[in-house]
């Protein structure tokens, strides 16, 4: 996985330090987490994290310094339906746009970071979908 580099301010003197960041897919969920370490006051040493989803700030880092993946699904659309209707469902998708969605993951795949996508092949190929990751020309 790929890592980023976003700025904060240490929590002990103010200055801005550099923090590694990155995601990882453990026991089934999304993991964040943000490392810092300054190096003006040889303190401010702070980690944060959080599971499922990724701030704003770090997930923008990610894309931009690692890129955008695409998840593509590997099975005919009439047997890679329903299972990825239930996946989707799951996600807190809205009836209303349940099926459109699964269209459009069918036929144009999901971008997101790294992690994101193989979180969610992970999911598919407990419901039988197979897919394939791959860094996205495109983004």
């Not at 994290?49 to 499922?52: E, M, N, P, Q, T």
């Not at 009439?78 to 329903?82: D, G, L, P, S, T």
């Given at each position: 996985?790929c890592?980023?580099?976003?700025?904060?301010?240490?929590?002990?003197?103010?200055?801005?330090?550099?923090?590694?960041?990155?995601?990882?897919?453990?026991?089934?969920?999304?993991?964040?987490?943000?490392?810092?370490?300054?190096?003006?006051?040889?303190?401010g040493?702070?980690?944060e994290?959080?599971?499922?989803e990724?701030?704003?700030?770090?997930?923008?880092?990610?894309?931009?310094?690692?890129?955008?993946?695409?998840?593509r699904v590997?099975?005919?659309l009439?047997?890679?339906?329903?299972p990825?209707?239930?996946i989707?469902?799951?996600?807190?998708?809205p009836?209303?746009?349940?099926?459109?969605?699964?269209?459009?993951l069918?036929?144009q795949?999901?971008?997101?970071?790294e992690?994101?996508?193989e979180?969610?092949?992970?999911?598919?190929?407990?419901?039988?979908?197979?897919?394939?990751?791959?860094k996205?020309?495109?983004?």
């Open positions: 996985m890592d980023a580099v976003i700025e904060q301010r240490c929590q002990t003197c103010g200055s801005v330090v550099q923090c590694r960041a990155w995601e990882d897919v453990i026991g089934g969920r999304l993991q964040w987490v943000v490392l810092c370490d300054c190096g003006t006051c040889g303190g040493e702070s980690e994290f959080g599971w499922d990724t701030p704003a700030e770090v997930r923008r880092a990610l894309l931009d310094m690692c890129g955008t993946f695409r998840l590997q099975a005919p009439e047997v890679a339906r329903m990825l209707m239930r989707v469902r799951a996600t807190g998708e009836l209303a746009s349940l099926s459109a969605r699964v269209e459009a069918l036929i795949g999901q971008t997101g970071t992690a994101e996508l979180l969610l092949a992970l999911r598919l190929a407990e419901v039988g979908v197979p897919t394939t990751i791959a996205d020309d495109a983004g």
